[in-house]
């Protein structure tokens, strides 16, 4: 069984730049997860799909990040414009039903 | 505020013997816990849950225990390898909405275990 895809797997922009992260989950996992995992945090939840559906966006700064799962499957995440708080490894991740998620491998994001 | 806390950044331990590693949590509504592993450069990937219904889960090597009155797990690896050396993340499930569930995250104990 093929794993969460993601890319790319790393990437340094400057501040005010835009950058787009890819997501290709688990064929046949409903919900996909985009979280961000700062330097000695654990993942925090920006937005969770189920299906094509948003379940909860609540913690997504909105001004500058924006997300979509057309079709439900694949995914993109945007930053736009980049601040140097944005500097994280972004996660994606899909399960089949509550509880148990499976993870991709990150995109490492430098904002200089 | 933090509703999943590892309050132990590290633990060191020797090959063989057993590794504990401690998860507290604030929200008496989580109903499904979840211990992950990373290694560098990789994603998160899973290794043992437990329901709250449940106060034992063990596969193999693991062990996670849960004391829901002390809003406790903790995750015991018997014996330790020197291949368990990663970061353990501890999660507890909440309930969003009828649409699905999440998964929050504690900032996760980084073990090595020393041959």
């Known amino acids: 069984e093929a794993g969460v895809a993601q890319s790319p797997r790393y990437k340094i922009i400057e501040k005010r730049q835009s950058v787009a992260f890819w997501c290709n989950p688990i064929s046949g996992h409903a919900t996909l997860y985009w979280y961000q995992q700062i330097l000695g945090q654990g993942p925090k939840l920006l937005i969770q799909f189920q299906n094509n559906g948003v379940v909860d966006d609540s913690q997504l700064p909105k001004d500058r990040f924006s997300a979509e799962r057309l079709k439900g499957v694949d995914s993109t995440l945007k930053i736009q414009p980049a601040k140097l708080e944005d500097s994280a490894v972004y996660l994606c991740?899909?399960?089949?039903?509550?509880?148990?998620?499976?993870f991709g491998q990150g995109t490492r994001l430098t904002v200089v | 505020d933090q509703q999943v806390k590892q309050n132990s950044p590290s633990l060191s331990v020797q090959e063989g013997r057993i590794s504990i590693l401690n998860c507290d949590y604030t929200n008496s509504m989580f109903d499904y816990f979840l211990w992950y592993k990373k290694y560098p450069a990789e994603g998160p990937t899973f290794l043992i849950s437990?329901?709250?219904?449940?106060d034992k889960n063990e596969d193999g090597r693991f062990t996670v225990f849960l004391n829901k009155s002390a809003k406790h797990l903790s995750l015991h690896i018997v014996p330790s390898q020197p291949g368990d050396s990663a970061v353990y993340f501890c999660?507890?499930?909440?309930?969003?909405?009828?649409?699905?569930?999440?998964?929050?995250f504690g900032k996760g104990t980084t073990l090595s275990v020393s041959s």
């Open positions: 999660a507890a499930s909440e309930r969003l909405n009828q649409a699905g569930t999440a998964l929050i």
């Open positions: 437990i329901s709250s219904i449940k």
């Open positions: 991740a899909s399960s089949f039903r509550d509880g148990e998620a499976f």
